[in-house]
């Protein structure tokens, strides 16, 4: 039986107001006006994965982008699965002429293809974060690709990032971690099965990637390859971005 201390109720306390100042900002910046209709000349594809959970974050994430550069972005909302007609329709309402991938259309793509994404297909289904990996190749229509997690805020122009994502022949970039990659196996034991040595500290909330270097084929390969290991959604996806580093 827990002890409901002072500093345990003090905590819990602190923990609420923070939690209600957060859904009140949320709400307050994901309600202001819609974006413009999106530009569809943007030289990159830009993505963010949703669940219903975080759909004012996606707004506020997606908003905070457009106005720190001037540009209302064709953003690529992809549904984890759990998204209602009426998110869907509140994301179209805040970013005209973005698009809304449902997961049953995202679905259908794989169960269409040929048999040697069987592997890939299968996964998708248990492991939501590969669908940042593998669905944002199927769904860009541009050879360079943004993604962002839904967390993150933008509070001035990323003229770096920006720079990335316009150079045609730019390598691919990721978010460096406080802490150490964790990998659903050793090192060592991935580099054997890939020939590509992990490495250390990556962070895919806020990549820049060539859809050239992402290959369904071999990412299925991959998956099938490293099936005897226990599996983790982040460990999962942080290994396959790592071998696009």
């Given at each position: 039986t827990q002890r409901f201390t002072p500093r345990r109720v003090y905590r819990k306390i602190r923990r609420l107001l923070r939690d209600f100042s957060r859904r009140r900002l949320r709400t307050r910046v994901a309600f202001t006006s819609p974006a413009p209709i999106a530009d569809q000349k943007v030289a990159f594809s830009p993505h963010v994965l949703v669940c219903h959970q975080d759909v004012l974050l996606a707004i506020c994430s997606a908003k905070s982008l457009d106005l720190s550069i001037d540009l209302p972005l064709p953003w690529r909302f992809h549904d984890d699965g759990t998204l209602t007609r009426a998110d869907r329709a509140l994301l179209a309402h805040h970013f005209p002429g973005s698009r809304i991938v449902e997961r049953a259309e995202s679905d259908r793509f794989y169960v269409e293809s040929a048999d040697k994404l069987c592997y890939l297909r299968e996964m998708r289904l248990r492991h939501i974060l590969l669908l940042k990996l593998a669905d944002i190749y199927t769904f860009s229509d541009k050879d360079r690709i943004l993604?962002?997690?839904?967390?993150?805020?933008?509070?001035?122009?990323?003229?770096?990032?920006?720079?990335?994502?316009?150079?045609?022949?730019?390598?691919?970039?990721?978010?460096?971690?406080?802490?150490?990659?964790?990998?659903?196996?050793?090192?060592?034991?991935?580099?054997?099965?890939?020939?590509?040595?992990?490495?250390?500290?990556?962070?895919?909330?806020?990549?820049?990637?060539?859809?050239?270097?992402?290959?369904?084929?071999?990412?299925?390969?991959?998956?099938?390859?490293?099936?005897?290991?226990?599996?983790?959604?982040?460990?999962?996806?942080?290994?396959?971005?790592?071998?696009?580093?």
């Open positions: 993604c962002v997690d839904s967390d993150i805020l933008f509070l001035k122009r990323p003229d770096f990032l920006l720079a990335q994502l316009n150079d045609s022949v730019g390598a691919n970039f990721f978010n460096k971690d406080v802490e150490t990659s964790k990998y659903i196996a050793p090192p060592t034991t991935i580099e054997e099965l890939t020939g590509v040595r992990p490495l250390d500290r990556i962070n895919s909330g806020l990549s820049v990637l060539n859809r050239a270097d992402i290959s369904l084929p071999k990412i299925s390969r991959v998956l099938s390859e490293l099936a005897s290991y226990r599996r983790n959604d982040w460990y999962f996806y942080d290994h396959l971005i790592d071998r696009l580093s």
